[in-house]
């Protein structure tokens, strides 16, 4: 079936240090990928998405390219900041599906 | 204005009771889902309805039955509570995945603690 595989955390960086979360995926469809920030207490945020091979999600200093060939979409950001600090939630949909299938989350940890 | 809001925010309850959980979206959307995410953080769909149609019940017990009295709004009643269903409870909504538009907005989510 379809599955959504993230790299374990929790991921402790110090601030202005690189971020990478690792993220594969298996569909049986060409899905849609997202990443969805989840931050203390709070539900979950659109990060950024991407809809088709070789695309690249951004947003808030944050990327993610579209692999088909890895089947991937890992997270980076070129530097950090404290309030970065919450969960990265890697997903899919597959075409015309009605659902996302999440990854189980990477906790990200940045201090100061 | 909030997109998509829940109510309410905590509920804290005792085993064997019912309880609902009300779900509003603003945004126009055909689309609405409920997920539930459990205390290691992993999240899962539980219902998804489309035009006040149920379209997914992922092995979801018979306790838990979902209501959609319009496309705006769709509502959770949990019936016989257990401790297992303590967790947090999002809802969600977006255009019909048919559209080139697929992204999903969240709710803040309902905390559920069931003693």
């Given at each position: 079936g379809d599955s959504v595989t993230q790299m374990e955390g929790p991921v402790t960086l110090s601030e202005e240090a690189f971020l990478t979360i690792n993220c594969t995926y298996t569909a049986t469809g060409y899905p849609s990928l997202f990443w969805y920030v989840q931050y203390p207490g709070e539900g979950l945020q659109l990060l950024l998405k991407a809809t088709k091979a070789d695309d690249k999600g951004s947003n808030k200093g944050f990327e993610a390219t579209y692999r088909k060939e890895t089947t991937s979409f890992h997270l980076e950001k070129g530097s950090v900041q404290v309030s970065d600090s919450a969960v990265y939630f890697c997903a899919l949909m597959v075409d015309s599906s009605y659902k996302l299938i999440f990854g189980s989350g990477t906790r990200l940890l940045v201090r100061p | 204005d909030t997109a998509v809001s829940q109510t309410p925010k905590y509920l804290v309850t005792q085993m064997g009771n019912d309880k609902s959980i009300k779900c509003e979206q603003?945004?126009?959307?055909d689309t609405m889902y409920w997920y539930k995410q459990d205390s290691k953080k992993f999240l899962k769909i539980m219902f998804s309805y489309n035009n006040k149609e149920l379209i997914i019940n992922e092995t979801v017990p018979n306790r838990f039955s979902p209501k959609s009295p319009d496309k705006a709004h769709l509502n959770l009643h949990i019936n016989s509570?257990?401790?297992?269903?303590?967790a947090v409870y999002f809802c969600a909504s977006s255009q019909d995945p048919g559209m080139s538009e697929k992204t999903q907005y969240f709710g803040p989510g309902t905390r559920l603690l069931v003693l």
């Open positions: - | 603003n945004l126009g959307h509570l257990e401790l297992g269903d303590s």
